[in-house]
């Protein structure tokens, strides 16, 4: 009997598994990380990390059969500023110490979905 000239669909699938694999590892090997912004980078990061940390470590402090802390969050909603327009509500909220008012939008969309 001859041998086959035919080769076998596991060698076909090997090579192109290697092949898509060294395209993937080009294209991953390409991106630039300097291009983008890290979290040491960002002031919006640095801030809610030192908060979390802080919370972190008051939840951390309790015994285990005591009730966690109610915590202050350092962020509250200025009352007159509170709106409804038709499936979207609106708010300012503020920093305790930071004093610059951020805009709060909640929209409930038709499918159910709530966006923030």
Do not use: W
């Amino acid at each position: 009997m001859k041998p086959s000239s035919k080769p076998k669909v596991g060698y076909i699938s090997m090579l192109y598994l290697a092949a898509v694999s060294s395209l993937l590892a080009q294209v991953c090997s390409a991106v630039k990380r300097e291009d983008f912004k890290t979290c040491e980078q960002s002031a919006f990061c640095n801030r809610h990390r030192v908060f979390a940390e802080t919370m972190l470590k008051k939840t951390q402090s309790l015994d285990k059969g005591s009730v966690i802390p109610q915590t202050a969050s350092p962020y509250s909603v200025l009352e007159n500023s509170v709106s409804l327009d038709g499936h979207t509500l609106v708010a300012s909220v503020q920093h305790s110490e930071e004093k610059v008012p951020l805009k709060f939008e909640l929209s409930f969309m038709e499918s159910g979905i709530v966006r923030i």
